[in-house]
């Protein structure tokens, strides 16, 4: 028999072509119609396919369609995915007027059918995102027996999903890790569907970065990368990929990447997958306040906070780097005191943070206690780097140089075993801190020296300046005893340029050549020959050396 274009639609579908399938799908059905189910495969294509206005209308087809031949648990289906995707796209009113349409055609329903445990679904996500996780692992447990009963794979994987959520956000991880490596045993071996397939992935390494679990988090974003590569033309879902990737680019100090990846995920989300919106705008949030970019920071947290969801904790700590440090504290006090378990632990380091800049040693004590309380020494690496961390910052600022050393050297090689270069240069300059009020300035000056090329690489700018403000406080001291208190000498910058001042003051903002060349329109080679010039007019050894002089003679901008 001849083939057909709705052979050829059904054929691209199975094969991830969803382009193609969409285009097929549509010639058959100007030709001679769709039935129900291939309705709703259209609906499902248009959906990844990142054109929401089409997929929500073959949607309300197919659920026609259902009504107009009896399936009436199939209609419910139906209008219980409309209730969802209508809510992601913004639109609450006709997605609360699909709810009642799904409940009232299940009263209708003689027999149960899985179209029950599919109505449990946007309650248990009402409850779970609003503040009531209990109720929500109770909504999911019964839509998981739903599925079980009638045997529907989407189903049972989306209550699994469900419940490990649910659990990590309860204060349990161990726990809902377990359950959602089971999810996802059933998604890679390809049992579920796309639309839910998607879900699970970006829903379970989101919950991966709730629990602190970097090698989960590695592991799945590898697979979600492979997932969304095998469908390149798919739009849902790939922006998450690339936020989910900013974070580890992140985390490993390839901010270039990250940026990259963000500015990707940014272009997904207005094309289709609005649920990258909040990643993608507040990691490039991140970014930006690691490099001392403030205001364009909080441009970009105030983007995030578009989708409803708070920037936190880095508006707040963007806030303390503005000096703004009781708005800061009061803004984290207010977070933590609404906060669910898991939320609530991963603001504590920020927490720490902000309370030790407001001298409130007490509340910074409280709260790297709770931050340490569950965690265990066979624990997840980045939970046990992170309590070790703040450990070492409150007990120094107890005066208890001895044990903040142990702590800080012990968090330095968990985020060194992470290879997290912020993370580590941070424990050295606490380390450094540590050695130097225990009266050993060299093994401090060892530190500091590290942790400023550290973050001379990383470009990350008010890190770079404590160090060396701490570098100057220390070299200033040791030649006050040395010399009596004598003048230091002259600085050699009568030597240097206006030019080349200008670009000893960007080397010392931590920028790197290209983006030198970038802000004063000059090529590489150029800039490159300028930095040779500045080091041999001051006798310096190395960028790093010619940053600690700029900041010293306060020649920074």
Not at 234 to 262: K, P
Request: with cysteine; net charge negative.
């Amino acid at each position: 028999m001849p083939v057909t274009a709705l052979d050829l639609g059904r054929s691209a579908f199975s094969e991830h072509r969803w382009s193609d399938a969409l285009d097929c799908l549509a010639r058959a059905d100007t030709e001679g119609g769709l039935p129900p189910e291939d309705i709703e495969v259209a609906a499902s294509v248009a959906m990844l396919l990142g054109k929401d206005s089409e997929g929500v209308a073959y949607l309300t087809r197919a659920h026609d369609e259902y009504v107009t031949v009896g399936d009436m648990a199939a209609a419910a289906r139906c209008a219980t995915w409309l209730v969802l995707f209508l809510m992601d796209i913004g639109e609450p009113a006709r997605s609360s007027g699909w709810m009642s349409r799904a409940k009232h055609l299940v009263e209708e329903l003689d027999e149960p059918t899985e179209a029950e445990g599919y109505l449990l679904i946007p309650s248990a996500l009402g409850a779970l995102y609003g503040g009531n996780p209990e109720a929500s692992n109770e909504l999911f447990g019964r839509a998981l027996a739903v599925g079980q009963r009638f045997h529907d794979k989407d189903l049972m994987a989306l209550g699994r999903l469900g419940l490990g959520t649910a659990s990590i956000t309860l204060g349990f991880p161990d726990k809902g890790l377990e359950i959602l490596d089971e999810v996802m045993v059933s998604v890679t071996a390809g049992e579920v569907s796309p639309i839910p397939s998607g879900i699970i992935y970006c829903s379970v390494i989101g919950s991966c970065r709730l629990a602190f679990d970097v090698q989960r988090a590695h592991e799945w974003t590898a697979a979600l990368e492979r997932w969304c590569g095998d469908r390149p033309d798919m739009v849902m879902f790939s922006g998450q990929c690339q936020s989910h990737r900013a974070e580890l680019f992140i985390l490993h100090g390839a901010w270039d990447d990250a940026i990259a990846a963000v500015h990707i995920a940014q272009d997904r989300s207005r094309r289709g997958d609005p649920e990258a919106a909040w990643g993608a705008w507040y990691l490039q949030g991140e970014i930006l306040r690691l490099k001392g970019q403030f205001d364009e920071a909080s441009a970009a947290y105030a983007k995030a906070a578009e989708t409803g969801f708070e920037a936190l904790p880095g508006l707040a700590l963007v806030l303390a780097g503005q000096q703004k440090v009781s708005q800061a504290q009061a803004m984290l006090r207010r977070a933590t005191a609404g906060s669910d378990p898991a939320n609530r632990r991963r603001l504590l380091p920020a927490v720490v943070d902000v309370e030790l800049a407001a001298g409130d040693l007490k509340a910074a004590r409280a709260a790297a206690d709770e931050l340490a309380a569950p965690v265990l020494e066979t624990g997840r690496p980045l939970e046990r780097a992170l309590a070790a961390q703040a450990e070492a910052q409150v007990l120094l600022a107890e005066g208890k140089a001895g044990d903040a050393l142990v702590a800080s050297r012990k968090a330095w090689r968990l985020w060194y075993s992470l290879e997290a270069p912020y993370g580590a240069a941070t424990c050295r300059v606490l380390t450094g801190r540590a050695c130097s009020e225990l009266g050993d300035p060299d093994s401090a000056a060892m530190e500091f020296e590290a942790a400023t090329a550290e973050f001379a690489e990383l470009e990350a700018t008010p890190a770079l300046a404590e160090v060396l403000g701490l570098s100057a406080g220390r070299d200033s001291a040791g030649a006050g005893a040395e010399g009596g208190g004598g003048k230091r000498s002259t600085p050699a910058t009568h030597e240097l340029t206006n030019r080349e001042l200008e670009v000893l003051r960007l080397v010392a903002d931590g920028k790197a050549n290209k983006s030198i060349a970038r802000e004063l329109y000059l090529s590489e080679k150029t800039v490159a020959r300028h930095v040779s010039n500045i080091l041999s007019k001051l006798s310096l050894p190395s960028r790093v050396a010619a940053t600690r002089y700029a900041f010293e003679h306060h020649l920074t901008n």
